[in-house]
């Protein structure tokens, strides 16, 4: 069974950086399809950044130019590394993975996704 940790979240100022982090057990995470989510309170769930099989990334256009989505494959972890944080980016932010061999496209199609984390929360004030 897949398991995902997410850590990293905090709070910070608008301006500043964290890192996030998701420790993948129970597959090679080289083999998957990972993304971030993240849910804002009162607000639908949406894709922020995507990884396939081939390093391949994609964004929201929110988030480009200031997030960077990464994977360790020899850590088993993938990273996603929030600059020039504005309060807009305030939300629950969970690890998804596609761990199907075809997985490429999954994007930010959320259903795609069968393996989820607890979620980590990321506040930004202003």
């Known amino acids: 069974q897949v398991q995902l940790v997410e850590s990293g979240g905090g709070s910070v100022q608008a301006g500043g950086s964290l890192r996030l982090s998701c420790v993948v057990s129970?597959?090679?995470?080289?083999?998957?399809?990972m993304a971030w989510f993240r849910q804002a309170p009162g607000k639908r769930r949406e894709g922020v950044a995507a990884?396939?099989?081939?390093?391949?990334?994609s964004y929201i256009d929110s988030v480009k130019g200031r997030f960077t989505i990464s994977r360790d494959n020899a850590k088993n972890t993938l990273f996603l590394q929030m600059d020039r944080l504005k309060p807009e980016d305030t939300a629950m932010y969970y690890c998804?993975?596609?761990?199907?061999?075809?997985?490429?496209?999954?994007?930010?199609?959320?259903?795609?996704?069968?393996?989820w984390g607890q979620g980590t929360q990321v506040t930004v004030s202003s």
């Open positions: 998804a993975a596609n761990t199907g061999l075809f997985c490429a496209g999954s994007g930010f199609a959320s259903d795609r996704y069968n393996a």
């Open positions: 129970g597959d090679n995470i080289s083999r998957s399809c």
């Open positions: 990884v396939n099989k081939d390093s391949s990334t």
